[in-house]
């Protein structure tokens, strides 16, 4: 069994910043992939970023070129920097990681853009 804790969610104004972490409860081997994905009410969840090993990092469409996905292998924690943030970037942003086959996701952070 893993646990996710995430921490960094909040309200931010459009254009803004915000950094999310999630740590897993266990060390983690680097080799496992770890990563965001987000949810808004009514639309099936979406992957924002993912990482491995602390390099291949794969980013959706949506958020290439303003997020960046990091990991912290020492400490079994990823984080994911959000800048020059939009309203459509407004979800609940949930932490993800893969072990033997397994999912495993966080509680959620909710990530709110608006003036």
């Known amino acids: 069994q893993v646990q996710l804790v995430e921490s960094g969610g909040g309200l931010v104004q459009p254009g803004g910043s915000l950094r999310l972490s999630c740590t897993a409860s266990?060390?983690?081997?680097?080799?496992?992939?770890m990563g965001w994905y987000r949810q808004v009410p009514g639309k099936e969840r979406e992957r924002v970023a993912t990482?491995?090993?602390?390099?291949?990092?794969t980013y959706g469409s949506s958020v290439e070129g303003r997020f960046t996905i990091s990991r912290d292998n020492a400490k079994s924690t990823v984080y994911l920097q959000m800048n020059d943030l939009k309203a459509e970037d407004t979800a609940v942003y949930y932490c993800?990681?893969?072990?033997?086959?397994?999912?495993?996701w966080g509680q959620g952070t909710q990530v709110t853009v608006s003036s």
């Open positions: 993800w990681l893969r072990v033997e086959s397994r999912d495993y």
């Open positions: 266990r060390t983690v081997f680097s080799s496992v992939p």
């Open positions: 990482i491995r090993s602390g390099r291949y990092p």
